[in-house]
């Protein structure tokens, strides 16, 4: 996937998950965000660690786990 | 072009069914549409069936034929329509199409889906297969949490409230608990629709529709034939469907559906009609905030102001403009595949004035929308009398 560049953006929504599919039940509740990315321009649909974000927060890519795109409040 | 309209409509009820299979299911509500339509099988010159999940849910798959004959249909094309909740929306749209052109004279569309044999957490995973699959789905959102980021976008960009969400759901109980057919036939407070279960937040259980099996089935006809099957035959008057990105993620703007707004800029065009002129409609309450930018994208109201309005009880059933008076998907029930063609036959039944305790004043001009996942297909029918 070329060059591991840290991504950068702001939260455009985000929900907090509370059912999940069978493969993700283990895990709830988890928080989905979309992401406005500053660089490549677009938006990625992401998980977040650690602290809840609310809409118009800065974040930050942490290591993806098990390959899902995920974000932290920077 | 030629004018079509709508002779015979069924459907089962909605509900947990566990002594009904997929096939059961839309024999009843397409015998139920022939008997309405005063004729039989051999009548179908075509037979088109709605149908999200069938293989997944039921394992079956080769549906349309599995179906048809069942229904004493033999020799004619039977065909599967899949698009998500949009499924027998457009199903009924390539009919009206074909008979439109003059291919065929008669024909059947139906809809159905049997949900209720798995437990929550599978069907969360197979209605989350209407997403994207190598995105959104991938991260582990669900289908409720692609309406719960477009609750939170709307309520951040109009100033929409969790009380405006809950007025939807109060609302939409209101008016299923008057219906014999509804899944959930219980009126709920402000209150109780405030405070659910929290599911995707900021939605809870009163914000989601239900899990359910159904079935529903409509004979469509040429409108020069019409009366031989029908003393009070619906005309469609317009009908479009349009497609949008499956993923959530792709849209510039999640607080409204471009597909939603094609189909009616289409249907509208038809009909010669604009969204003034609709008395009435059925619209795709798959969650309560999908229902208020329905009502936005299809122009009954302007953006953002779907929320207030509805808070306002300007869609209640003695509202300016009545919205799900069948109970909607919130508490008629939401058999996937079923939905669109079940619309159809619920503006059906008060363009007929059939609609016992829910009938509504003004019936003569009634709309229905059909969404599939988070906006990638719609379909917008207006139906009047003939």
């Known amino acids: ?11 455009y929504t985000e929900t907090v998950v509370h059912l999940a599919p069978e493969r993700f039940a283990g895990n709830v509740p988890y928080q989905v965000i979309i992401v406005s990315l500053d660089e490549a321009g677009g938006r990625i649909t992401a998980r977040v660690e650690g602290e809840r974000v609310a809409i118009d927060d800065r974040v930050v890519e942490t290591e993806s786990l098990n390959g899902i795109p995920t974000f932290r409040k920077s | 072009m030629r004018n079509v309209t709508v002779v015979g409509a069924g459907k089962t009820p909605f509900g947990a069914f566990a002594d009904q299979n997929l ?8 015998t139920k549409a022939l008997a309405n339509a005063r004729t039989g099988p051999d009548a179908i010159e075509a037979f088109y069936l709605g149908n999200f999940a069938g293989p997944q849910f039921t394992s079956q798959n080769h549906l349309a034929p599995w179906i048809s004959t069942a229904l004493g249909m033999t020799g004619i094309p039977s065909t599967r329509f899949e698009a998500a909740c949009a499924s027998s929306g457009s199903a009924f749209f390539h009919a009206f199409m074909a008979v439109s052109a003059e291919i065929y004279d008669v024909v059947m569309v139906a809809g159905v889906e049997k949900m209720t044999s798995q437990p929550t957490a599978r069907v969360t995973e197979i209605l989350a297969g209407a997403g994207d699959s190598l995105t959104e789905v991938l991260v582990g959102s669900t289908f409720p949490s692609l309406f719960a980021m477009i609750a ?3 309520m951040h960009d109009f100033g929409t409230t969790r009380e405006h969400l809950a007025a939807v759901a109060a609302k939409n109980h209101e008016n299923g608990a008057l219906n014999p057919d509804a899944q959930m036939r219980k009126a709920i407070t402000l209150e109780q629709a405030m405070n659910g279960r929290p599911i995707a937040e900021p939605l809870n259980l009163y914000d989601c529709s239900l899990i359910s099996d159904g079935a529903a089935a409509v004979v469509l006809c040429a409108a020069d034939r019409a ?3 029908s003393d009070k035959p619906v005309r469609v008057m317009g009908v479009a469907q349009a497609s949008d990105f499956v993923a959530l993620d792709r849209k510039q703007d999640i607080t409204t559906f471009p597909a939603l707004r094609a189909a009616a800029h289409g249907a509208y065009g038809m009909a010669g009609v604009g969204a003034n002129d609709i008395e009435f409609a059925e619209l795709h309450d798959c969650f309560t905030i999908a229902e208020i930018v329905a009502m936005e994208d299809l122009g ?4 953002g102001r779907g929320g207030f309005f509805s808070f306002e009880g300007g869609t209640r059933r003695n509202g300016e403009k009545p919205i799900n008076a069948s109970g909607g998907l919130k508490s008629k029930g939401h058999p996937v595949g079923a939905t669109g063609v079940a619309q159809i036959c619920d503006v059906v039944q008060q363009l007929r004035c059939e609609a016992g305790e829910r009938q509504l004043k003004r019936h003569s001009l009634g709309l229905a929308q059909n969404l599939g996942g988070s906006g990638a297909t719609c379909v917008v029918t207006i139906l009047g009398r003939d």
């Open chain 2, 23 to 30: 096939r059961s299911l839309a024999v009843t509500a397409g």
């Open chain 2, 300 to 303: 009954f109201v302007e953006r």
């Open chain 2, 152 to 154: 939170r976008r709307h």
């Open chain 2, 227 to 229: 009366r031989e099957f």
């Open chain 1, 1 to 11: 996937m070329g060059v591991n560049k840290i991504r950068t953006g702001t939260v």
